[in-house]
Every structure is written in C-alpha cells, then in structure tokens.
C-alpha cells in the first residue's frame, strides 16, 4: 500500500516532488518527465509484494523509502517529516527482521513465520521504536503548527485549529514514549484507530495520501497482533528488551 500510494503521486505528478528531484540537481521540466516513471516502478514493486513477496524488493523499500524521507529535510521541510515516516522504512525491515532463515535475495519470504524468542524480540523492538518514531514525528509537527495540519482542523471546524494542533501533538508525543517504554494492547488499538481516522483528513488526493501512510497504521496492527502472539505478556522494560 505503502508504494502504492506513493506511486499514484508519482502518475499524477504531485508538484511538491519537484523540491525533491531538486535536491539532486534535477529541474522542474525533468523532475515531471521522470515522477511518472518513478510511481509506475513504486506499483509495480508494491504488486510484487503482494504476489511474491522477496527480501530484495523488501530491502530496496527500506533504503527507498529511507532516502526519499531524507529528501524532505534536505529540501527544506521540518526533521519531523523525516521522522513521522519511520513506518515506511520500519514495516519492510521489520519484515526482513522476521523472514528468516537468509534463503537467497529472489527467495520468496515466508508468509507464515514461525520466529524462534530471539528473531521475536527483535521484531518486537523494531516495531515499538517504529511506532515511537511515527507517533513522536507527528506530534512533533502538531507541536510546530505545520500549516497543512492547521488548515485541517480549520476545516474540521475548530475555532482555534493552534490549540487543537496542540493539544493533538502533546497526545501524540505522550502515547509515543508510553509506547517506547512500556507497551500495552489497549493503547495501541486506540492509537490505530487514531491514525486510521486522523490519516482521512488530508484536503488534496484522500485517497492516495490514506493508502500511502498505510505503514503507520500498519505497523501499530503488527505491534498489536504481535503483543497478543507472545506466550507472555509483554512487560519488560525498553532497557530489558535491548540486553536480550
């Protein structure tokens, strides 16, 4: 979904990109000659996940979606919109976290994985800072008064969209570290349900904006799924996951 969605911008020629394409030297003209290509290459990639999923195409989302998170900051934008968008890395290498063992990088991925403690735990830490990373990113824009979250509460009816964005972030930030520290089902599920609702508000392109964050949503699912798969409930501290 993730490629998906950002494919379409690709096809549809979202005109923020061209900032990015600058960032390598890439002019305006160019830049919308190649977006097409780009978001053609993303949704093949996706279906191919989908179909057959392999470490190869996993691996090449994880360092794609790292550079064309960087891009943002490098072109300008807040660090925040480099951090928010841990899910789009995070989710992939979560998954190469779990797809063992190394049986080639064409070899499809197991869809059915039965991780020894270890390789779980692992997962399990890449999740919780994924989702602490995703949740602190958008908080952290809120916090900042990012003008297209301010126009979104503006047109959801706030009378004062500054205190909403802040008020938002503050939750958000909070429900981050409670995340990082010390996990727990329940919050999770509201969290998702959070960014499945809040993800909807976007005033251009819903749709593809929706489908693109899907690894946000995503990852808070896996984590939950993931909490409710462990033989015991999970309640060792950040600092007890990382000495194991």
């Not at 005109?15 to 030297?25: L, P, S, T």
């Not at 290509?37 to 691996?59: A, K, N």
């Not at 960087?70 to 928010?84: D, K």
Request: glycine share 8%; aromatic share 12%; charged share 15%.
């Amino acid at each position: 979904m993730c490629l998906i969605g950002h494919g379409a911008f690709g096809i549809i020629t979202k005109a923020v990109w061209c900032n990015y394409f600058a960032v390598f030297g890439i002019g305006h003209d160019m830049a919308y000659h190649l977006m097409p290509v780009v978001g053609c290459v993303d949704i093949l990639l996706g279906l191919s996940l989908l179909v057959y999923p392999t470490r190869i195409v996993l691996s090449w989302l994880v360092l794609w979606a790292l550079v064309t998170a960087l891009l943002r900051p490098l072109s300008g934008e807040p660090f925040g919109e480099f951090i928010e968008r841990a899910a789009n890395y995070g989710a992939p290498l979560a998954l190469l976290l779990l797809s063992v063992p190394f049986r080639g990088w064409w070899s499809r991925i197991d869809a059915h994985p039965q991780p020894d403690p270890a390789t779980f735990n692992r997962v399990l830490l890449c999740l919780r800072i994924v989702v602490f990373l995703l949740l602190l990113g958008h908080g952290w824009l809120n916090l900042i008064e990012k003008k297209a979250l301010l126009t979104q509460y503006a047109g959801l009816g706030f009378s004062d969209p500054v205190r909403a964005a802040h008020i938002a972030g503050g939750f958000e930030v909070i429900a981050a570290f409670a995340i990082l520290i010390r996990p727990v089902r329940p919050l999770l599920l509201v969290l998702l349900l959070w960014k499945i609702g809040t993800e909807l508000f976007y005033p251009h392109y819903e749709l593809f904006e929706w489908i693109e964050r899907s690894g946000s949503y995503g990852s808070l699912l896996a984590l939950w799924l993931a909490l409710g798969k462990s033989k015991h409930p999970v309640t060792t501290t950040l600092h007890q996951t990382l000495a194991t």
